[in-house]
């Protein structure tokens, strides 16, 4: 998306003067340039209580791209990092990416990263699947 | 049954908060994020070289650091250093900082500036830098202008002088400034951190405001133009960190208050209630005004402030982030106004400049981000808002600058101009400037013509003087290279006068006739009116006509008057070539 204001942001390391929010899809560093890569991480869900138990399934991940995706998914239950998936393709769109597991615990949260920048990207939602074994409040 | 629960829609970071309670739609962390729509999250847009600061070595290399970039009038005024030449150097750039300004207004697009002069010199250390415009004047102050052992660097304006863009020091009533920082409100300039004097330990005054006559008129040198901000007078306690100008309020930021100026000028300012005893500005760039409210950098972490109410305290949804931050007097604030975000650039870790950005949105008064890596160290950082003509084409500078000069029609107190239009396009006019070749004298304008016109006759020269003249565009404020002076358009006045045109004679029966005709434009000038017999036998001085007549009524007696003659006049000098009209009587 195209800016009509831009902030200039001036360099303590160089003569260079450098526009933030340009509609690129690289950054300028240091050295030369990188690709400015989405990375979120959310708080816990607690679905069926701090002291309950569900089983954890599916985490759903729905996002929109205009020239493909590359990104990785990690599970969180209870806090601790479950094996991340990645998931590549050129799809444009709205798209809908499912990392499947089956985990016990009472919270759920999850983190997604892009791991290369193709285009742009819009996160819509996250969700989580579960099966509610025991719900404490 | 599989059971579903969304994590969004997204509220923005909280990077510290109880992990034993439910938090659907806050974040962790968000890097590279912005708020987009219904609280969609999009990826943040890149970044890009837009120009690069050059310094005045015999072989320009790049500055080492870039101080200030911002808004001035319908430019960008930027700010670089260089360690390899020891000076800080201003330039004067396009509003898309697609290219530069001479002192001279001319504009070169280019991915190079080169600067339009020099602020300081032996300046080994890149500077912080404050900048306040003023009624199309820029006043421009060294963080470090002096303390309380010597005095370093002077406070510099930046104005356009007829048409050149021309540095100076600051003085009052004649003694020099430095200025710890400027600002401008209500048409006064502001500068703090120096009170005038010899003597620094006495002229370092860290705490005292001084302010300048109303509408942008001079600071007070001698008087009592001032007043101490915060509690103590000679207290590096109470030093004057920050002043930001949001809504009609100016406020004043020492470390630990905060100080609302407000009223109608300076005979009504009134300062005395700080709106925050305990926390202040961090630092002389730690501060910015978004759609009339203060966002800035608190001993605590982030802040605003609408008007004169109590601070709102911003640092509770980012504790992590705050307690990690290194050198807060360093941060600089910025509002993106694209993505109505307020911009902390700050540092933290093993960073050894202000590479972070923690992001607040001000729409959804959320933190989008607390961590993103921006790329590169940044000294400064500002908003900047395109130049908008009112047609759809947008604002550009003239295609080319006037070619191929003809000086013609040379006469005792006019000459004609003529030259190649460079752009002919209907948002162009062209300025037609003279001066005295002896001196040079300043540039007088001689006129200003419409699009696609390339000529121009202008008078109030003096005889027998040597003159030049010269010819620019200008598009939508910019202007393009000027065509002369060069030889082509250097030339000598005449002493003779310019004759009058286009002489008819009418309503003609057998005793009257009106002889009309277009006085030149010279001024100064008698109009002479002679007749004669048609064929012409004799001339005849027939009248004087007053200044401005351009008809006169002619009797026609036994067939003279049939003939007219009209010719200018000047003492000391020769008549024009004279005009005749002297049709047979009907």
């Known amino acids: ?40 991480r959310t708080w816990e869900h607690f679905p069926v209580g701090p002291g309950g138990v569900a089983i954890f399934r599916v985490f759903t991940v729905r996002f929109w791209s205009d020239a493909g995706y590359n990104l990785r998914v990690t599970p969180y239950i209870d806090g601790v990092a479950l094996s991340t998936q990645d998931f590549s393709a050129s799809t444009t769109g709205e798209v809908a990416i499912k990392a499947y597991i089956a985990q016990r615990g009472a919270s759920a949260s999850c983190r997604v990263q892009q791991l290369t920048r193709l285009g742009n990207f819009e996160l819509i939602d996250i969700q989580v699947g579960y099966f509610p074994l025991r719900a404490i409040p | 049954m599989l059971t579903v629960r969304s994590f969004g829609p997204f509220l923005g970071v909280q990077d510290g908060r109880n992990t034993a309670l439910d938090a659907a739609g806050i974040l962790r962390h968000a890097r590279q994020a912005v708020l987009s729509g219904f609280n969609r999250l999009r990826a943040r847009n890149g970044t890009e070289v837009a120009i690069t600061l050059m310094d005045d070595a015999g072989t320009p290399a790049a500055c080492t650091s870039v101080c200030y970039v911002g808004q001035f009038t319908d430019y960008v005024l930027a700010i670089g250093h260089s360690t390899a030449t020891d000076k800080a150097y201003v330039y004067l750039l396009a509003p898309d900082l697609s290219g530069w300004y001479s002192a001279a207004g001319a504009l070169t697009t280019a991915a190079t500036a080169t600067p339009l002069g020099v602020l300081w010199t032996s300046i080994p250390e890149a500077p912080v830098v404050t900048v306040a415009e003023l009624l199309g004047t820029a006043y421009i102050a060294h963080n470090a202008a002096c303390d309380a052992a010597a005095f370093y660097y002077e406070t510099r304006t930046l104005e356009l002088v007829a048409t050149t863009w021309t540095l100076a020091n600051l003085t009052g009533d004649g003694n020099p400034c430095y200025f710890l920082g400027v600002a401008a409100f209500q048409g006064h300039l502001l500068g703090w951190g120096f009170d005038f004097g010899t003597v620094a330990a006495t002229s370092y005054r860290p705490e005292l405001l001084r302010f300048g006559a109303p509408d942008g008129g001079a600071i007070d040198g001698t008087g009592s133009a001032s007043f101490t901000v915060g509690h103590r007078v000679r207290s590096a306690r109470e030093r004057i960190n920050n002043i930001t100008v949001a809504a009609d309020v100016a406020y004043m930021g020492t470390p630990f208050s905060l100080w609302p100026l407000i009223g109608y000028g300076r005979d009504s300012w009134d300062k005395s209630q700080p709106v925050d005893d305990s926390f202040g500005i961090t630092g002389p760039l730690a501060a910015c005004s978004a759609n009339g409210v203060l966002y800035y950098w608190s001993s605590r972490g982030p802040a605003r402030c609408v008007q004169r109410n109590k601070p709102d305290p911003l640092w509770d949804a980012i504790p992590e982030t705050v307690a990690a931050i290194i050198d807060p007097q360093k941060v600089v604030v910025a509002f993106d106004a694209d993505v109505d975000q307020v911009l902390f650039f700050h540092r933290a870790g093993a960073l050894t400049g202000n590479q972070l950005i923690c992001a607040y949105d001000i729409r959804r008064e959320k933190f989008v981000t607390a961590d993103t890596d921006i790329g590169i160290p940044v000294a400064c950082a500002q908003l900047v808002s395109p ?22 029609e040379i006469f005792q107190g006019s000459v004609k101009a003529a030259w190649t239009n460079g752009d002919t396009s209907i948002q162009v006019t062209t300025i037609v400037e003279y001066r005295l070749q002896a001196g040079p004298g300043a540039w007088v304008q001689a006129g200003i013509v419409g699009p696609g016109v390339s000529e121009l006759t202008f008078d109030g020269l003096s005889p027998s003087t040597a003159y030049e003249w010269r010819v620019y565009h200008r598009r939508f404020g910019f202007d393009s290279a000027a065509l002369g002076p060069s030889a082509p358009t250097q ?88 005009l005749t009209a002297g049709p047979p009587l009907l």
């Open chain 1, 1 to 40: 998306m195209s800016a009509s204001q831009f902030v200039y942001a001036g360099a303590a390391d160089s003569g260079r003067i450098i526009r933030l929010g340009a509609p690129v899809l690289t950054q300028i560093t240091s050295a030369g340039s990188t690709a400015p890569l989405f990375d979120i």
């Open chain 2, 387 to 408: 130049v908008l003509a009112a047609s759809s084409s947008g604002a550009t500078p003239p295609a080319g600058p006037p070619t191929n000069a003809v000086t013609s």
């Open chain 2, 491 to 578: 030339f000598t006045t005449t002493t003779t006068c310019r004759a009058p045109s286009g002489l008819s004679l009418t309503s003609v029966d057998a005793t009257r006739a009106t002889a009309e005709w277009t006085n030149s434009i010279e001024s100064g000038v008698s109009t002479r009116i002679e007749v004669s017999t048609f064929p012409v036998t004799t001339w005849s001085d027939y009248a004087v006509a007053g200044p401005g007549v351009s008809s006169y009524s002619i009797n026609i007696y036994s067939g003279v008057g049939e003939s007219v003659r009209i010719t200018h006049t000047k003492s000391g000098l020769t008549a024009s070539s004279a």
